[in-house]
């Protein structure tokens, strides 16, 4: 079945920008959404489709997605963007069909 | 306004069976895919199955087949998850979760969630 790798943490000074990297083979060719959960909280989009942003989401947030990698950034960060950040996709490849990655915890410094 | 509302989760012993029920407001139940989704306290998100859109096709995570069955009673718009055979390691917030758009491939909307606890 499909696999999303995602670095566990990542931490980042206030103002600074965030890279949040999931890979996953051949991942280019995958529609990848980003989740982002609070302490206690369900996961919330943030981004969808490798790079739509919902609204109500800063346009802090982009993303990207390209040969084996997506990638989640977070530009000037704030202290409220400090929760885990999850990747997602569908595999139509088998029936293992939705994958999540391991999630990273996004700390600011 | 889209909602959903799970209820169900509690504490029972291993072995034993809880049925999870996500109640849907908002939208035709089988108008979009919908799943499980559980979260181990401490852990990451694990996808635990799915119903597709049209209630046609069903998939389950390796860990949970054979014990687990999702189901969709279109007359009460309700996502039901029936868990036999309960084990520690099932132990999570179970969240149901909607498909924002009519493809597979859409990202999902998340219920609050409901704490299963497999304990003697």
């Known amino acids: 079945s499909y696999v999303l790798t995602q670095p566990p943490s990542v931490s980042v000074a206030p103002g600074k920008t965030a890279t949040i990297t999931c890979g996953g083979n051949?991942?280019?060719?995958?529609?990848v959404h980003w989740y982002q959960q609070q302490p206690g909280q369900a996961p919330v989009v943030v981004i969808y489709?490798?790079?739509d942003r919902p609204s109500g989401i800063p346009e802090r947030f982009s993303g990207s997605n390209s040969g084996n990698t997506a990638t989640l950034t977070i530009s000037r960060v704030e202290a409220g963007d400090e929760a885990d950040y999850y990747c997602h996709v569908w595999d139509n490849t088998g029936d293992h069909p939705e994958v999540f990655g391991g999630g990273t915890k996004l700390t600011v410094l | 306004e889209v909602q959903l509302e799970e209820s169900g989760g509690g504490l029972v012993q291993p072995g034993g069976s809880l049925r999870l029920s996500c109640a849907a407001s908002g939208f035709t139940l089988n108008s979009h895919a919908m799943s499980w989704v559980r979260q181990a306290p401490g852990k990451g998100l694990e996808w635990v199955s799915v119903?597709?859109?049209?209630?046609?096709?069903?998939y389950y995570a390796d860990s949970v087949k054979g014990r687990f069955t999702i189901s969709g009673d279109i007359s009460t718009n309700t996502l039901y998850l029936q868990m036999n055979s309960l084990r520690a390691e099932d132990t999570a917030v179970y969240y149901c979760?909607?498909?924002?758009?009519?493809?597979?491939?859409?990202?999902?909307?998340w219920g609050q969630g409901t704490l299963v606890t497999v304990s003697s």
């Open positions: 489709y490798d790079n």
């Open positions: 979760a909607k498909k924002t758009g009519f493809t597979n491939s859409s990202p999902y909307y």
């Open positions: 051949n991942i280019g060719s995958k529609s």
């Open positions: 119903l597709t859109g049209g209630g046609g096709t069903t």
